[in-house]
Nanobody, 124 residues
Framework: QVQLVESGGGLVQPGGSLRLSCAAS????????MGWYRQAPGKERELIAD???????RYSDSVKGRFTISRDNAKNTVSLQMANLKPEDTAIYYC??????????????????WGQGIQVVVSS
């Protein structure tokens, strides 16, 4: 079992930056890929970034060039640095961990552990 706890959400103005962090505990050795999902009001949850333990990253088109995912294997954390935020980035952001390989983690079903979610609001 893996437990995930997100932190760092809040209210930010358009064009601003915010950093989300996620701390993992439990069966850390079983984690192959960690990812960030988000769910905007009235929309389905979407994968926006994921990263392997070796540092291979993948981003959705909606955040590419603005968001950066990073992972500290020694501290068992994954972070999401968000820049040039837009109102459409408003959502609940979820940290997730997968025991499946990177080739499978474009599917939400590959992620077996989830954080509780954290709110990000981009508004003036």
């Amino acid at each position: 079992q893996v437990q995930l706890v997100e932190s760092g959400g809040g209210l930010v103005q358009p064009g601003g930056s915010l950093r989300l962090s996620c701390a993992a505990s439990g069966r850390i050795s079983s984690i192959l890929v960690m990812g960030w999902y988000r769910q905007a009001p009235g929309k389905e949850r979407e994968l926006i970034a994921d990263i392997t333990s070796g540092g291979t990253r993948r981003y959705s088109d909606s955040v590419k060039g603005r968001f950066t995912i990073s992972r500290d294997n020694a501290k068992n954390t994954v972070s999401l640095q968000m820049a040039n935020l837009k109102p459409e980035d408003t959502a609940i952001y979820y940290c997730a961990a997968a025991q499946e390989p990177f080739t499978m983690t474009t599917s939400e079903a590959a992620y077996g552990s989830w954080g509780q979610g954290i709110q990000v609001v981009v508004s003036s």
